[in-house]
Nanobody
Framework: QVQLVESGGGLVQAGASLRLSCEAS????????MGWFRQAPGKEREFVAA????????YHSDSVKGRFTISRDNAKNTVYLQMNSLKPEDTAVYYC?????????????????WGQGTQVTVSS
C-alpha cells in the first residue's frame, strides 16, 4: 500500500530553519501530486505547498511563499519542505499527502494518502 513517512520536525526558536522529509513508497508516483499541509490545535488543516512529481512544478501558499520551498528527489522517492525564517505562527503538526492527479488542489479532502505527521514548534 501507499506509505508516507515524515521526519525532521522539532523545537526551534523564531528565525531558525528546519527541513522536513517525506519518504514515499508503495507505488510509482509519476502521475501524483504531493502536498504538505499543517494543522494547529483547534484549527482546520491548511494547505502549505504542493509539487507535481513528474514535472517538479510547485505551488506555495501566500503565507509561506518566500520562506518555505517544496522539492523532491526522484532517486530517493522523497519530498522535502525547506522552512526558513520560522515564526511562532508556523507551529503545527505538518503532514505529507498524495493525490492521484497532476492538477493542483488545495483542500485536504482532495488528498487520499497521508503520513503520520511531524511536530514543528517555534518559540519566541
Amino acid at each position: 500500500q501507499v506509505q508516507l513517512v515524515e521526519s525532521g520536525g522539532g523545537l526551534v526558536q523564531a528565525g531558525a530553519s528546519l527541513r522536513l522529509s517525506c519518504e514515499a513508497s508503495g507505488r510509482t508516483f509519476s502521475s501524483y501530486t504531493m502536498g504538505w499541509f499543517r494543522q494547529a490545535p483547534g484549527k482546520e488543516r491548511e494547505f502549505v505547498a504542493a509539487i507535481r512529481w513528474s514535472s517538479g512544478s510547485t505551488y506555495h501558499s501566500d503565507s509561506v511563499k518566500g520562506r518555505f520551498t517544496i522539492s523532491r528527489d526522484n532517486a530517493k522517492n522523497t519530498v522535502y519542505l525547506q522552512m526558513n525564517s520560522l515564526k511562532p505562527e508556523d507551529t503545527a503538526v505538518y503532514y505529507c499527502a498524495a493525490r492521484f492527479s497532476t492538477t493542483f488542489r488545495f483542500n485536504a479532502a482532495d488528498y487520499a494518502y497521508w503520513g503520520q505527521g511531524t511536530q514543528v514548534t517555534v518559540s519566541s
